[in-house]
């Protein structure tokens, strides 16, 4: 089993460099590593030609990550494509992990794991504890492996491959997802509306993420205009109405989460995190016809 790993990346040279100085040192034998840069105008063509000879780089101008990751799959070498990011670091034995989940379970089309900071970061950064929550509580993403169809932890980019022919199959991204949000989850709502399976591997991809509110902020709005566009697409039509009434639900449920406790420490940012989950999405309203689905 051949692996392609597609890293998309907008100016972000100096994480990438530790992405890549992982991705060089993986223990799997047979793989290539592709850069997809869409658009930077940082270090990262001389980065990448000075310190990793290795690695296969194109240069597009900036279509968002859907259209690179496409980029990087159209030129792929390999039978299983595997996506991360460029402020993730992979574990040595990612590939051979995920190799082995395909080699367990046959009949499905990905294997794909978790996402975590390290774990200095998760002791000093609340907001670090809460990207944990989410994944741990909210997504199941815990230390038991699970096969299923789109209620299964794995699917995000960050860290998941898959079958080239189930990507070919679904035509791979949708390029009209403009924003780093919602481009997984379409993916793999197309790919499991086949009836395909994912299997969930507990093997942490580690994030490099600044953990500031600003940056959470940032990431909470971009993540509800994705949202909108991805319910534009398989749900029903986003609406100002549809995105107050679910704001206002999210805000309600927040003192009955307070006699949780695992849910306690981290109610002020649920708060912050739906207001700009709806602000995201009352922008893409107002953007609307950006989003030609198909």
Not at 7 to 32: G, K, M, S, W
Not at 64 to 85: C, E, K, L, M, S
Not at 192 to 219: D, N
Request: aromatic share 12%; proline share 5%.
């Amino acid at each position: 089993m051949r692996f392609s790993v597609v890293v998309p990346t907008f100016n972000r040279a100096a994480t990438l460099c530790h992405t890549l100085t992982a991705l060089i040192a993986q223990d799997y034998p047979d793989y290539e590593i592709i850069v997809v840069d869409d658009g930077s105008t940082d270090d990262t063509r001389a980065m990448i030609a000075r310190e990793f000879s290795r690695v296969r780089y194109v240069y597009q101008t900036n279509r968002g990550p859907a259209a690179a990751r496409n980029r990087g799959i159209a030129i792929a070498t390999g039978d299983v494509i595997a996506f991360t990011d460029d402020d993730c670091v992979p574990p040595r034995d990612w590939l051979t992990r995920l190799a082995d989940g395909f080699a367990r379970y046959p009949q499905v089309v990905g294997v794909g794991g978790y996402l975590e900071a390290p774990d200095e970061v998760l002791q000093r950064e609340p907001l670090a504890r809460y990207e944990r929550f989410v994944s741990r509580h909210l997504f199941r993403a815990d230390a038991r492996e699970y096969v299923g169809g789109f209620e299964c932890p794995a699917g995000g980019t960050n860290n998941i491959a898959y079958r080239r022919a189930i990507l070919e199959r679904v035509g791979g991204f949708d390029e009209a997802f403009p924003y780093a949000a919602g481009e997984d989850a379409d993916l793999k709502w197309r790919i499991c509306q086949l009836g395909a399976e994912l299997l969930y591997v507990p093997v942490k991809m580690t994030h490099l993420q600044t953990y500031s509110w600003e940056s959470f902020k940032r990431q909470a709005y971009t993540r509800g205009k994705g949202r909108a566009c991805f319910d534009a697409k398989h749900r029903a039509k986003p609406t100002r109405v549809r995105a107050l009434l679910r704001l206002l639900r999210r805000w309600l449920i927040l003192p009955r989460e307070w006699f949780h406790r695992e849910y306690r420490p981290f109610l002020a940012m649920r708060a912050v995190e739906a207001w700009h989950n709806f602000r995201g999405e009352w922008e893409w309203l107002d953007e609307n016809s950006r989003c030609r689905l198909r």
